[in-house]
């Protein structure tokens, strides 16, 4: 059973400190890492992706790849009120074609 | 714009009922996909379809089928509602292609009384 894992949290974080989240997979073969922003009683939207190990960024969001310690994380600087969300770690499944394998997700509270 | 849409946000059924969930989506994607989300759980996979009249189980396959006739479209359902399939169900479709992101519709919340 391939494993993408997250702390669940909570994670609190003072405003305009870096929020830092983690994720690890467990299929070497996994070649596109994904992240997907969760608003309460929404659905996921993407953030962020990443293929090649090493940083990629985007604004205040900077996805970090390592594909040795098969680990993905996802940086937000400058932490606002509205980045209070949960975050979902998605990795591909190697054997499966076109699917995702998704983590449980974090749930990242921002404090005012 | 990208769009995936879902025939109801909320729904509340009956234990034995029959329930069909519609997902439509406008961006000619290949690939469709049903999840559902539960608390703790996470994101677990019904069904996916790589093309018009395919279909692969996923990790929860069991009490679901699906269909799909037509390329935007992709049907759940429900043969016998269950209240353990009391859930928030999410559609989501892509293309071709394993560096290609799956994009969401808005998600049904069933309830299964």
């Known amino acids: 059973q391939k494993e993408v894992e997250q702390n669940s949290g909570p994670l609190s974080v003072p405003e305009g400190a870096i929020a830092s989240l983690n994720c690890t997979y467990s299929d070497r073969g996994s070649q596109s890492f994904f992240w997907y922003r969760q608003y309460s009683g929404k659905s996921p939207e993407l953030i962020m992706f990443i293929y090649s190990n090493g940083d990629k960024e985007d604004g205040r969001f900077t996805a970090q790849l390592n594909k040795a310690s098969q680990y993905v994380s996802l940086l937000i600087r400058d932490s606002q009120p509205s980045d209070s969300a949960t975050y979902l770690c998605a990795v591909n499944d190697p054997q499966g074609a076109q699917k995702l394998v998704f983590g449980q997700g974090t749930r990242l509270t921002i404090n005012p | 714009d990208v769009k995936v849409t879902q025939s109801s946000r909320y729904l509340v059924k009956r234990t034995g009922e029959k329930v069909f969930l519609e997902c439509v989506q406008d961006m000619d994607h290949e690939n469709m996909f049903w999840y559902r989300q539960d608390p703790g759980l996470g994101l677990r996979l019904i069904y996916f379809?790589?093309?018009?009249?395919?279909?692969e189980k996923g990790d929860i396959p069991e009490g679901y089928s699906v269909s799909r006739e037509k390329k935007e479209r992709f049907s759940l359902i429900l043969e016998s509602a269950s209240t353990n399939q009391t859930s928030m169900y999410l559609c989501?479709?892509?293309?071709?292609?394993?560096?290609?992101?799956?994009?969401f519709g808005p998600g049904t919340r069933l309830t299964v009384l």
């Open positions: 989501a479709s892509s293309p071709q292609g394993i560096y290609n992101e799956q994009f």
């Open positions: 379809s790589y093309d018009v009249k395919m279909k």
